[in-house]
T-cell receptor
């Protein structure tokens, strides 16, 4: 079954804590993405990963970093979370250029 | 830079009504154009795509035609159902080709 799996689905953290969001895919897709989704703002690209250890900033990378050590796994890290990072985070993967994305079901993060 | 504009933030229809969601784009060359659908609590799902002028994409009764002359890719469905209630995103692949630019989304409410 071709899918993108995100863990955890829901997460509550205190301001200043570190946050790790994990994403896996079973399609051997080269390219993976992290987006956040906020009401009225749609989907905003945080980071792109073209393959293992080949990552590039998206449109809103500040306050985030990523790690991709295996093709099937892509992590988003928030060092010292802030309340304005409360959002729904989506991971996606695609096989290459001009290709459609497969999205995960999202992680709903609340920073208090 | 490349951009996607969805003019309707919300659309409310009754079952069996005809649906049009407008999408206009700004890009150089021939970007691939996409429609995605997002149901509550889930990630966006790929609906269909078109890659060249006058090409029609379609899926699940929805369709859109790539029109380079008017830079549009409007989503249409002849008869909507309550189960079509969701957020619809128009998107294009930018000159980078790995990155997809999403519109802000149109929330469709279909009343029984």
């Amino acid at each position: 079954d071709m899918k993108v799996t995100q863990m955890p689905r829901y997460l509550i953290k205190r301001m200043g804590e570190n946050v790790l969001l994990e994403c896996g895919q079973d399609m051997s897709h080269e390219t993976m993405y992290w987006y956040r989704q906020d009401p009225g703002l749609g989907l905003q690209l945080i980071y792109i990963s073209y393959d293992v250890d080949s990552n590039s900033e998206g449109d809103i990378p500040k306050g985030y970093r990523v790690s991709r050590k295996k093709r099937e796994h892509f992590s988003l890290i928030l060092d010292s979370a802030k309340t304005n990072q409360t959002s729904v985070y989506f991971c996606a993967s695609s096989p290459g250029q001009n290709s459609d994305y497969t999205f995960g079901s999202g992680t709903r993060l609340l920073v208090i | 830079g490349d951009s996607v504009t969805q003019t309707e933030g919300q659309v409310a229809l009754s079952e069996e009504d005809f649906l049009t969601i407008h999408c206009n784009y700004s890009a150089s060359g021939y970007p691939a154009l996409f429609w995605y659908v997002q149901y509550p609590g889930e990630g966006p799902q790929f609906l269909f795509r078109a890659s060249r002028d006058k090409e029609k994409g379609s899926s699940r009764g929805f369709e859109a035609t790539y029109d380079k002359g008017t830079t549009s890719f409007h989503l249409r469905k002849a008869s909507v159902q309550e189960s079509d209630s969701a957020v619809y995103y128009c998107a294009l692949s930018d000159t980078n080709a790995y990155k997809v630019i999403f519109g802000k989304g149109t929330h469709l409410h279909v009343l029984p």
